[in-house]
């Protein structure tokens, strides 16, 4: 990272980052538990043009097409393109932890038009749209461009990169492409001695698996990725410069954070790496095996064991381990609390092999995937040389049960005094698997605190509809009656809850739809300790186009990002909808942090806009 003055004052534990003169240092979180120091050229520098790469290494050269430098308004550093889509990584100590989004841009092709050339074509700047996850420990950021402008194909000509999403390896090449001291783009992947750079040492601090490695980068390339020559897929997120050689998280620690933007799946151009199946068991289960296979990076290829090597398991929370299935010629261990066991060869062997670990699952265990266990392949030293995440899905429920009920459609409808509402309602209802539950009976219900009078069409008013193929039960239609207000409609079956939010409007029309600015007023990067209430709720403004409160409008708080938190709204309703008073704030209610540290964050949206909040659980 580096800061739009040039002028170098003192270093400071992220890398690359200087500050101009009279400049202040945000607040950031705190650095990686590495020893970060600016200074990231290793020997001489073997820094190149990107465009003089092209001619002798063609991929290394598309690969860096996707790399682009990264101008907060304050800052610069280095980010790229994930996938196909409108999502970038960079570093956390890039944006900082509130980024002046409406100032940071993305610049890809900034770049010499030759290797012989010194001049600089101009970039093509894309916004940022939004910050969506971000983590101090593993340091990054994942940015969401604006997606107008992606869609355009403005950047198609440079494509993007996948992730690698194994644990690397002492050895493996890479090369780092970004853009140091804020210039045009460099490619680093060459030592001083000729050789390919490569991984020189791996380490993990309970949290967070990073490398190092002894290619070039300096001030300026915080958040370049760092790509296996071989695959050409990203290993890990560079962050800057540590006892001699530059570090950075690995993508085997980021994408588990991440992957839930992706659907869940590897973006194009990734490298899969076969894993076994994630068993299912419910809360109280013993028994329960868990498989876990160490393999090269074609996810195929087994890695050899060593003598005195073990395999570390640290159980997932709400789980102990009973049993681990150790090869011949390994030592077994568990500890009494059954928090940890291990395999320790006393020879050569074959990781390739299935291990496998034998878990109780507590009672309390709630419903949902546990991915907090891992699975360490250690030297004798402590070096780590492979991990893997130890998952399982807790479910209360069985498959065709229903586990979830959400508002599918009609929600947040507006409808004139003395008419209809013009949709339906559709509630869908999703089993423990996340698949459709056929034939379940969902009811609906009018709560009408503002008495606008609203009924269903028909004598029933607690109608009962049965789920299609789909999950989905549509209710009958709605009627209005002569006087205005809000109003709300439960879809209850079995115990699940779906809530719909509708306002009865005067021939004016409905306010929300004056909305065109939405900001933050309150609420903004609180801290709670885990289990306690944050002391603010959050407010949103909501404003018209001549920049005027906008009074009556619909404000929808939804936390899209908990971290595995637990953080929730007080109250049942988890996506609270809320008026904007005659300020135009709107009020959410509060929120409990939950029981584990983390980042969490909040949208607040009205008449398609929406700002985002990030909140903090535990104490930094």
């Given at each position: 990272m580096l800061t739009r003055s040039k002028t170098i004052l003192a270093p400071l534990a992220f890398a690359g980052l200087v500050l101009g003169a009279g400049a202040a240092v945000a607040a950031v979180l705190p650095a990686p538990p590495l020893p970060i120091t600016p200074g990231?050229?290793?020997?001489?520098?073997?820094?190149?043009?990107?465009?003089?790469?092209?001619?002798?290494?063609?991929?290394?050269?598309?690969?860096?097409?996707?790399?682009?430098?990264?101008?907060?308004?304050?800052?610069?550093?280095?980010?790229?393109?994930?996938?196909p889509g409108n999502l970038v990584l960079t570093n956390l100590h890039v944006v900082g932890e509130n980024p002046d989004l409406a100032r940071t841009v993305v610049e890809f092709d900034y770049e010499e038009p030759s290797c012989d050339s010194d001049a600089v074509r101009p970039a093509v700047r894309v916004p940022v749209e939004r910050l969506l996850a971000?983590?101090?420990?593993?340091?990054?950021?994942?940015?969401?461009l604006d997606q107008e402008t992606v869609d355009s194909g403005v950047l198609d000509s440079f494509g993007y990169l996948g992730l690698d999403t194994r644990l690397s390896e002492v050895g493996d090449p890479v090369y780092v492409a970004g853009h140091p001291l804020a210039g045009p783009k460099r490619i680093s992947r060459l030592h001083d001695d000729g050789r390919p750079c490569s991984v020189t040492e791996i380490r993990n601090n309970g949290r967070t698996d990073f490398a190092k490695y002894n290619c070039d980068t300096d001030s300026g390339s915080s958040g370049s990725p760092v790509i296996d020559a071989r695959t050409h897929a990203v290993i890990a997120l560079n962050f800057g410069f540590s006892s001699g050689y530059n570090a950075g998280a690995q993508m085997s620690s980021i994408w588990p954070d991440i992957a839930g933007y992706f659907g869940g799946k590897l973006p194009e151009g990734s490298i899969p790496v076969d894993q076994p199946t994630v068993p299912m068991a419910k809360p109280g289960a013993v028994g329960v095996q868990v498989p876990v296979r160490v393999t090269q990076v074609d996810g195929q290829s087994p890695?050899?064991?060593?003598?005195?090597?073990?395999?570390?398991?640290?159980?997932?929370?709400?789980?102990?381990?009973?049993?681990?299935?150790?090869?011949?010629?390994?030592t077994q261990w568990i500890a009494e609390d059954g928090k940890a066991a291990s395999c320790t060869l006393s020879g050569a062997a074959n990781w390739g092999i299935a291990q496998v670990a034998t878990l109780r699952v507590d009672n309390t265990a709630p419903d949902g995937q546990v991915i907090d266990g891992r699975v360490r392949l250690l030297s004798e030293t402590g070096q780590i040389r492979g991990a893997n995440h130890l998952a399982l899905n807790v479910m209360s429920r069985g498959p065709g049960e229903v586990q979830s009920?959400?508002?599918?459609?009609?929600?947040?409808?507006?409808?004139?005094?003395?008419?209809?509402?013009?949709?339906?309602?559709?509630?869908?209802?999703?089993?423990?698997?996340?698949?459709?539950?056929?034939?379940?009976?969902?009811?609906?219900?009018?709560?009408?605190?503002?008495?606008?009078?609203?009924?269903?069409?028909?004598?029933?008013?607690t109608p009962t509809v049965r789920t299609n193929t789909e999950g989905d039960a549509t209710s009958p239609a709605l009627l209005t009656d002569a006087r205005t207000g809000t109003l709300q409609v439960t879809a209850l079956s079995s115990g699940k809850t779906a809530t719909f939010h509708l306002r009865v409007v005067s021939q004016e029309g409905d306010p929300t739809e004056d909305v065109e600015h939405l900001s933050?007023?309150?609420?903004?990067?609180?801290?709670?300790?885990?289990?306690?209430?944050?002391?603010?709720?959050?407010?949103?403004?909501?404003?018209?186009?001549?920049?005027?409160?906008?009074?009556?409008?619909?404000?929808?708080?939804?936390?899209?990002?908990?971290?595995?938190?637990?953080?929730?709204?007080?109250?049942?309703?988890?996506?609270?909808?809320?008026?904007?008073?005659?300020?135009?704030?709107?009020?959410?209610?509060?929120?409990?942090?939950?029981?584990?540290?983390?980042?969490?964050?909040?949208?607040?949206?009205?008449?398609?806009?929406?700002?985002?909040?990030?909140?903090?659980?535990?104490?930094?």
């Open positions: 990231q050229i290793i020997g001489e520098s073997q820094l190149e043009k990107a465009r003089c790469v092209q001619a002798s290494d063609p991929a290394k050269y598309q690969r860096s097409r996707a790399v682009g430098r990264i101008d907060t308004g304050r800052s610069y550093g280095t980010a790229w393109r994930v996938g971000s983590d101090g420990s593993a340091d990054y950021a994942l940015l969401a890695v050899a064991g060593t003598s005195g090597e073990q395999l570390y398991y640290q159980a997932p929370t709400h789980t102990a381990i009973t049993d681990v299935s150790c090869q011949s010629g390994s009920l959400s508002a599918q459609a009609g929600n947040l409808q507006a409808a004139p005094v003395d008419s209809r509402f013009s949709k339906p309602l559709t509630a869908r209802a999703k089993d423990p698997l996340d698949a459709a539950v056929v034939g379940a009976d969902v009811t609906f219900a009018v709560t009408d605190d503002g008495g606008t009078g609203t009924r269903f069409e028909g004598d029933d008013q933050v007023i309150a609420g903004q990067g609180q801290i709670a300790p885990e289990g306690t209430e944050f002391p603010l709720p959050l407010t949103a403004r909501t404003l018209n186009q001549d920049r005027n409160p906008v009074e009556g409008a619909w404000v929808t708080y939804t936390i899209i990002d908990d971290r595995e938190t637990g953080t929730r709204f007080v109250g049942d309703e988890q996506t609270p909808t809320v008026t904007s008073d005659s300020q135009g704030d709107a009020v959410s209610p509060k929120l409990i942090a939950g029981n584990r540290f983390g980042f969490v964050t909040v949208t607040a949206t009205s008449n398609g806009k929406s700002v985002t909040f990030i909140i903090v659980v535990g104490t930094i």
